[in-house]
């Protein structure tokens, strides 16, 4: 049988500021699947990230610190990839739209299929552009003649452009997330998306005139028409293609999207609309196959608020990571906010879960049984692989990781009970054999805790079985907070 593939891929993210809680979010939910898909589905994954660079809110940010924009998106793609690193992303590729060989070759190709399929034409347009967004918006969407999301005056342009005839795919598009062949998760966001259809969907604004302010290998020419550039929407979305080579070199492309089943994308809710209209429109006019499934999160809050600077309520994954370490962080993410809807994230909350759930849960269990073996037990042994408990695959099959979670704590909770139940400690004093068996099977379970872990702890994995196979104490693991 051919090897099962599996294809997964993040939002790629705008450089224009440091990655913030949400960022983080996104991209740890989609690591913890693919490092379940990975290592124990067995499928030849590939698991792509990056950064949505053509935009003019980067170069914004850029002039404001005095710098040349190309400059500052290096530095800020730098501490993107420090970032995933201290997070443990087990990321493939990271593409950047600014990379003239991995990506503009694709996105040329795939501009050209659209105009072969004459659904590129050019007219002259005026509206609200909000640069937040790095899209148009309506009058009625205004509030105090602001866009109530980013608090910005929008800016009134009147311009020729391309445009792509996305109304053609109204239908289409429409039939294909009804019948689930285009599966949109869950199922709040599909019926959202597909009330959106109802008002047919409008000819998207393709282009834009080249800005004199930007530089040189900012902006991905449209063929045939050096004065434009594509609209970042555009260019960005062909990268899930684009870095596997279509257009160029296409292996991976054929390997991991056109003849794999198992392809997916990970996003906001905020992004929804792009993703699953715009984005097949596109791979229909081209002929291409569409994505699987998308898989839609809500948004993280603290305290119930919008993270904001004004609110003095964001909070830093750099700080988190540094105060907990990353499996601490990766923990919460996953476990206590919820994939489907917005969760709430505050240093309190995170604070208490990490006392609860990990000093005195996790790493409390960890050490009490590895004093017991480390006393009472001759040498290390390491479990026969027992394959993986049904309620665990059944919720990271459905993407529910806090489920998983929940699961594996539930084990850990019993195990907890057994040692009380079973009392080894006094055991062992009246009958050794009897007690050594005890605590053996303790560390048995304790070990396939340990691997049920693996997707969202990586470091705990590894530091538990370690400790179990050489038969000593793991270090601290989750030393307590106050
Ligand atoms: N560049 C576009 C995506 C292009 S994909 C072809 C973009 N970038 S972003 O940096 O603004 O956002 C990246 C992801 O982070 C999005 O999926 C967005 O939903 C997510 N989040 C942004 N803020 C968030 C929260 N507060 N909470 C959870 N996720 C949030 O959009």
Not at 89 to 114: C, E, M, V
Request: negative net charge.
């Amino acid at each position: 049988m051919a090897e099962k593939k599996f294809y997964l891929t993040t939002p790629i993210f705008y450089p224009n500021a440091k990655l913030h809680m949400g960022h983080a979010y996104t991209t740890t939910l989609s690591d913890v699947l693919v490092r379940y898909h990975r290592h124990f589905v067995e499928e030849k994954t590939y698991f792509l990230t990056g950064s949505d660079e053509n935009t003019q809110k980067m170069v914004d940010s850029a002039r404001k610190e005095g710098k040349e924009p190309l400059v500052f998106l290096d530095e800020i793609v730098d501490k993107f990839s420090g970032l995933f690193k201290t997070l443990d992303i087990s990321y493939d590729q990271f593409i950047r739209t600014t990379d003239q060989q991995a990506h503009w070759p694709g996105a040329i190709a795939l501009w050209n299929k659209l105009v072969e399929s004459g659904d590129i034409y050019k007219k002259e347009y005026e509206g609200l552009y909000c640069t937040g967004h790095e899209a148009f918006i309506t009058e009625k969407d205004l509030v105090d003649g602001k866009c109530p999301d980013h608090g910005t005056v929008p800016e009134r342009i009147k311009e020729e452009n391309y445009f792509f005839r996305l109304s053609r795919y109204t239908e289409d598009i429409r039939k294909k997330i009804i019948s689930d062949e285009l599966r949109i998760v869950p199922a709040t966001r599909k019926r959202e998306i597909l009330s959106l259809f109802d008002e047919g969907l409008q000819d998207v604004s393709f282009s834009r005139p080249r800005k004199a302010d930007w530089p040189q290998g900012l902006g991905v020419p449209v063929p045939g028409d050096d004065s434009q550039v594509m609209y970042v929407w555009c260019d960005a979305l062909s990268n899930y293609i684009t870095a596997l080579g279509y257009g160029r070199d296409d292996a991976l492309y054929q390997e991991f999207w056109a003849t794999n089943e198992n392809r997916m994308h990970v996003i906001g809710k905020d992004i929804l609309r792009f993703h699953a209209a715009i984005w097949p429109g596109m791979l229909l006019s081209a002929g291409l196959p569409l994505p699987k499934t998308i898989l839609v999160h809500g948004f993280i809050t603290s305290g119930g608020k919008k993270m904001s600077k004004t609110l003095g309520n964001v909070i830093d994954p750099e700080e988190l990571l540094s105060e907990y370490g990353t499996d601490a962080v990766r923990y919460y993410l996953a476990r206590h906010i919820s994939p489907f809807e917005d969760g709430d994230l505050t240093r309190e909350h995170f604070k208490e879960v990490y006392n609860a759930d990990l000093a005195n849960g996790l790493g409390n269990l960890s050490a009490r049984i590895m004093q017991l073996a480390q006393t009472h037990l001759e040498k290390g042994t390491e479990p026969e692989w027992a394959g993986l408990p049904e309620e665990y695959t059944r919720a990271l099959d459905g993407f529910e990781v806090n489920k998983a979670l929940e699961f594996v704590w539930h084990r850990i909770t019993l195990l907890d009970q057994k040692i009380t139940e079973t009392a080894p400690f006094k055991v062992v004093k009246t009958d050794l054999e009897a007690g050594k068996k005890i605590i053996f099977d303790l560390t048995q379970e304790l070990y396939r805790i340990a691997q049920l872990l693996y997707p969202f702890m990586p470091e705990a994995n590894i530091k538990i079985k370690e400790a179990i196979i050489a038969n000593k104490k793991p270090e601290n693991l989750f030393p307590r907070k106050d």
